[in-house]
């Protein structure tokens, strides 16, 4: 069955140090998302992929980075981990752009 | 500037009875609007969806209304069963997905 994985469900990294979390997925979905969860802001966009090479900021991409260089994977890079990124992190893909969004089980990600 | 809003960061009902979450935007482009529904330590999960250019879409015991007048959607869980005790997201698109604050539905048995 196809499906959407992400690595590690959990983290706990220091302040300041390069943090990359895995996204894959077998739907062979062109477009792909990360978000963030947080209590009072529900879930945010960080970044998304319509394709290959294609990469695209949320509305809080600051401090993170994606790249884009096959169809499965889509990894979230923290360049200088700081507290104020501690949160789950979801990654998403779909067929369309116009909704039905599968997602992975999150990564709960702790700066300290 | 929040786009898609639940102003009910919670709700309690009884088993049984109705279940009415709802949503404000303030973006007229959204052209289909969604809810997904959470459970603690898992991903959401595609609940149902409506497109702009309807006002009810009906799936069970679930039933999602959009007035586009008023940019408010809503969903109605009839019965609510302690199973749907979750979180609640409603998420609007143009290109991308955007999501509200989520609203805690607990069903109380």
């Known amino acids: 069955d196809a499906e959407i994985t992400q690595s590690p469900r959990h983290k706990i990294t220091e302040t300041g140090r390069q943090v990359t979390l895995a996204c894959h997925q077998t739907?062979?979905?062109?477009?792909m998302f990360w978000y963030r969860q947080d209590l009072g802001h529900g879930l945010r966009l960080i970044h998304y992929?319509?394709?290959?090479?294609?990469?695209n900021k949320g509305e809080v991409s600051d401090g993170y980075s994606v790249s884009r260089s096959n169809t499965e994977d889509l990894p979230l890079t923290l360049e200088s981990a700081a507290s104020s990124q501690t949160s789950v992190y979801f990654c998403?893909?779909?067929?369309?752009?116009?909704?039905?969004?599968?997602f992975g089980s999150g990564t709960r990600l702790t700066v300290v | 500037d929040q786009q898609v809003k639940q102003n009910s960061p919670s709700l309690s009902v009884q088993e049984g009875r109705i279940s009415i979450l709802n949503c404000d935007y303030t973006?007229?482009?959204?052209?289909?609007f969604l809810w997904y529904k959470k459970y603690p330590a898992e991903g959401p999960t595609f609940l149902i969806s409506?497109?702009?250019?309807?006002d009810k879409n009906e799936d069970g015991r679930f039933t999602v209304f959009l007035n586009k007048s008023a940019k408010h959607l809503s969903l109605h869980i009839v019965p609510s069963q302690p199973g749907d005790s979750a979180v609640y997201f409603c998420?609007?698109?143009?290109?991308?997905?955007?999501f509200g604050t989520g609203t805690l539905l607990a069903v109380q048995p």
């Open positions: 998420a609007a698109i143009t290109n991308k997905l955007i």
């Open positions: 973006n007229s482009m959204f052209d289909y």
């Open positions: 409506i497109s702009s250019i309807k």
């Open positions: 992929s319509y394709g290959v090479q294609d990469t």
């Open positions: 998403a893909s779909s067929e369309s752009r116009s909704g039905g969004y599968t």
């Open positions: 739907w062979n979905h062109n477009n």
